[in-house]
């Protein structure tokens, strides 16, 4: 069993950014591909941006690319979501997530077998 913690959401004002940290207990993290989402209330939830198992392949959603940059730690089990000139649209609980592979292909898509239980993100303009 894996168990994910989010941590480093808050409010900020537009422009700003934040550091979004998901950190595995449980298991070592280091063969597991680590996506983040986010989601609203009422809406469907949105692919943000994923990391292979080694760091070497990411991919982020058009609507944060140039913006916000996804790494890893392995030594601290720890993945990481740097949120840049965040926009009011940016508001959401971010989730990460996790599974077992060194598959990368559709992040966006499939099941996942760990979740976090998210973290607050709110933009003010």
């Known amino acids: 069993q894996v168990q994910l913690i989010e941590s480093g959401g808050g409010l900020v004002q537009a422009g700003g950014s934040l550091r979004l940290s998901c950190a595995a207990s449980?298991?070592?993290?280091?063969?597991?591909?680590v996506t983040w989402f986010r989601q609203n209330p009422g809406k469907e939830r949105e692919f943000v941006s994923a990391i292979s198992w080694s760091g070497g392949v990411t991919q982020y959603a058009d609507s944060v690319k140039g913006r916000c940059t996804i790494s890893r730690d392995n030594a601290k089990n720890t993945v990481y979501l740097q949120l840049n000139s965040l926009k009011p649209e940016d508001t959401a609980v971010y989730y990460c997530?996790?599974?077992?592979?060194?598959?990368?292909?559709?992040?966006?898509?499939?099941?996942?077998?760990?979740w976090g239980q998210g973290t607050q993100v709110t933009v003010s303009s």
């Open positions: 449980g298991r070592t993290f280091s063969t597991y591909l």
């Open positions: 997530a996790a599974k077992e592979t060194r598959f990368f292909g559709r992040p966006d898509l499939g099941r996942y077998d760990y």
